[in-house]
């Protein structure tokens, strides 16, 4: 793992996404699910579901498991913790999470 | 060891499943069947008249008596036993041996000796064969008569009243019912069956039947009077079929039957006799739980548990006779010395309730009830437990006034050998063992332990036991929809309803904590839509859509959608076959025809689906609903249009039917069939809502299901005009929605409803919790506010643009790759595409190399 810094991509509008919903975006070419929580919440997490290797993770139901904010992947309804991309069920079915962050009502996405 | 079984009715073959679990080595087991058919369910035979079939009553399991190795012989009566050298000879001179025989002949209908009770037209009503000529005779009669007014004759007038006959009860004793009920018990029960139409004689004797001026008989009576029918059916009772051992000098009851000890053991060792055949200390039982337990009682003690014994049996009763719930606990008449009793009767609403205690009103001892029988589980274990009476014992059956509880039984109270199901012999100790091994509804409940699978009488009170003993143990009785609703899904409807509650926000501050999932947003979705029915993708409803209804379309295992336009009836132009043939060329689709007549394409991306549908929609198609939990199809056969059988015009009415109801909302997926005639093409009896043309109209059926567990649709109404048909449909359907738990499809609904069909028919047809105007508005509401949710998204642009694979990009995605299987696309499996990204860092490297 070598550190270096992190490339930015802007992927959309604030607007674009619906609250408590998910979009995909490309960064570098990788398949992002990007979500907002709320109205100013946002994550990002490979939407890449591993259990199925279809790229659907966007598509799927956002809420709360206890403590846990997370995505229910719309195939086998496995969930996600969006902090950190740990699949609850089955934690060797995990996916990467990524940075996020808006500016000027722009949300940009890093990968990592 | 061989065994021979004579009689194969509901005790023998309950004789032979005994036998059959306790697994007998070495046994050789004959069982000889005098009818043609094997044993059928003659508790419930009167359903025959309601479209039950001969196979539906049937009790053999399939394949009972492949896997048993027992053999069955039909229409082989037994004509003579050789005792000494222990032969069976049949009718038709076969000569079988055993080592143990055992008899269950049953009963025979006794017909009072009078002149002219052989003339043609006159029944008795005991076999399928029976019914089966009061069927062809109803046909071509304006008017019968049922001789005999007890409780098998009054079931038999419900049967000739559904015949469509002018009926007449005709009885000896000065009240119907004799036997269980007491005089203001009879004369309740007499108002209310002849509210139903039918007209009651009482203290007549029939003493001749001669021919009839305005009918085909007349009954002459001893007191001069008569009375003239078309058919006549004898039902005044019951004699034992003990010619066999009378024939043979095997000891007989002294009012007959033969003579049985606590074993069921007959005067020779070697013969059993069990049922209404038999006469234990001179009693006969012309009930099925005493049958039973003899035949539990037989097969154990033949199987050497020389313990196992008959203890008598309880001829408590309830039952509902043509709609009139009549129950009768102990000594319902009060004869016993120095009793005590509380009467309680209400005119205007004909009801009428007694109870009977010991001289120190401590222990009830005898019950009647009429009209409404609610308490009568409770009595019961009451007066078989012993239990201590509450010091003021009248509340027992005294209706409940404001603020005071009635005294329930507390089925903490009840010891665990405890019988809760008298038909199968279940206590209440094996009902708490199935909940301890994981039964928690009253459906898994049935299916392990048998407990309200034969009668259903006692299902009330299984379901207090199994609630009590989970709260006991701990475990959630709650029906807590998830953590974010202390509520269950038919609370949450209700709230919902009555708070005026139009988004899932709202119902989560009000009633919810937390942000929600994927257990509560779809079903708050769903609830929304039946109640209100809004666009689904309204900016505050789509983040509630599981991804199908967010993108209007089945999600597919590699993330494509299915597209499936709505073909109502399955009927489709030639000009929309061509349409959609087009689609799904032009977008390279796999188009397959579904089993609800209508044709999938699959393959669609996200981004395709709005320019497919926009085509669709052109050509005169709409969404067919196939991704939501709502109405899927309709499915009919051709009808009376073309078919030469057809007696309905079934697509007409299919079409009708699936363009009112598209788009209702439910807690699941719901499938109606239309059939054009009793052949039944269209499989309508296997599907949520069933409905088959009659000549006189349709038959509703209800409940059905197909898939996993296959269920067959109940009758629940006949010869329905469409207007009725329509309504009824209507409440049904509301109900249903209103009801049932998540993702409860209405066979597994059904299957749980406390009270089962007749509930069901109580609250569908007889209005009576008084909702059905309500149910009639809030379906019309959502027939009224239908749209089509495919042309509502591709013509609103801030839905439509929500229908992309990247939201900063116009590239397909990737990860969608086809190959061509037999000229059509289908997915491609991992080792067919190396291109796509496997998890983790390898992903990684795929994706950025």
Known sequence: MSIEPLVWTTVCAVDDILPDTGVCALAEGRPVAVFRVG?????????????????????????????????????????????????????????????????????????? | MKIIVVGHGMVGHKFLEELHQLNLPHAEVSVLCEEPRPAYDRVHLSEFFAGKSAEDLSLVAPGFFGQTGFSLRLKARASAIDRRKKTVTTADGEVLAYDKLVLATGSVPFVPPVSGNDRADCFVYRTIE?????????????????????????????ALRDLGLETHVVEFAPRLMAVQVDDDGGRVLRSKIEALGVQVHTN???????????????????????????????????????????????????????????????????????????????????????????????????????????????????????????????????????????????????????????????????????????????????????????????????????????????????????????????????????????????GELKACTKAGATCGGCVPLVTQVMKAEMARRGMAVNNHLCEHFAHSRQALYHLVRVGQIKTFDELLARHGQGLGCDICKPTAASILASCWNDFVLKDDLASLQDSNDYFLGNIQKDGSYSVVPRMAGGEVTPDGLIAVGQVAKKYGLYTKVTGGQR??????????????????????FESGHAYGKSLRTVKSCVGSTWCRYGVGDSVGLAVELENRYKGLRAPHKIK???????????????????????????????CGNGGMKPRHAELLASDLSKEALVQLIDRFLMFYVRTADRLQRTSTWRDNLEGGLDYLKDVVLNDSLGLAAELEAQMQHVVDSYQCEWKTAVTTPDVRKRFRSFVNSDKADEHIVFVEERGQIRPARPDECPATPATGDAAELATTA
């Open chain 1, 39 to 112: 109205h100013t919440q946002f994550y990002a997490i490979d939407n890449v579901d591993p259990k199925s290797g279809a790229s659907v993770l966007s598509r799927g139901l956002v809420g709360n498991l206890g403590k846990h904010v997370v995505v229910a992947s719309p195939l086998y309804k496995n969930h996600f913790d969006l902090s950190d991309g740990v699949c609850l069920e089955a934690p060797e079915h995990s996916v990467r999470a990524h940075s996020v962050r808006v500016e000027d009502g722009r949300v940009l996405v890093a990968l990592g």
């Open chain 2, 130 to 158: 029976d019914l089966e000529g009061m069927t062809e005779c109803g046909a071509r009669s304006q008017s019968g008569v049922v001789v005999g007014g007890g409780l098998l004759g009054l079931e038999c007038a419900k």
């Open chain 2, 204 to 442: 007549r004797n029939t003493v001749e039947i001669t021919d009839g001026a305005r009918a085909r008989h007349r009954m002459v009576f001893a007191d001069g009077s008569h009375l003239e029918a078309d058919m006549i059916v004898f039902s005044a009772g019951i004699r034992p079929r003990d010619e066999l051992a009378r024939q043979h000098a095997l000891a007989v009851g002294a009012r007959g039957g033969i003579a049985v000890d606590d074993h069921c053991r007959t005067s020779d060792r070697d013969i059993y006799a069990i049922g209404e055949c038999a006469a234990w200390k001179d009693q006969t039982f012309g009930l099925v739980a005493p049958g039973y337990e003899m035949a539990r009682v037989a097969a154990r003690h033949l199987a050497g548990q020389s313990d196992a014994a008959f203890a008598g049996a309880d001829m408590s009763t309830k039952l509902k006779l043509m709609g009139v719930d009549v129950a009768s606990i102990g000594d319902a008449q009060g004869k016993t010395p120095g009793c005590r009793s509380f009467r309680y009767a209400d005119e205007l609403k004909q009801i009428y309730k007694k109870i009977v205690t010991s001289a120190d009103g401590k222990r009830l001892i005898g019950a009647v009830l009429v009209g409404n029988a609610d308490e009568y589980g409770t009595l019961l274990q009451m007066a078989q437990n012993g239990i201590a009476l509450p010091a003021a014992p009248e509340f027992l059956i005294l209706p409940a006034s404001d603020g005071q509880a009635k005294p329930g039984l507390g089925v903490d109270a009840l010891p665990d050998s405890a019988q809760i199901c008298s038909c199968n012999n279940v206590s209440k100790g094996q009902i708490c063992a199935a909940v301890e091994g994981g039964a928690t509804t009253i």
């Open chain 2, 599 to 620: 044709i999938d394409l699959f393959g669609a991306r996200v981004e395709q689906l709005p320019f497919i549908w926009e085509e669709l929609i052109a050509a005169g």
């Open chain 2, 672 to 702: 109606f069939g239309v059939s054009g005639c009793t052949r039944e093409c269209a499989e309508a009896q296997g599907k949520d809502v069933g409905i088959i043309a009659t000549d006189k109209g349709w038959n509703l059926y209800v």
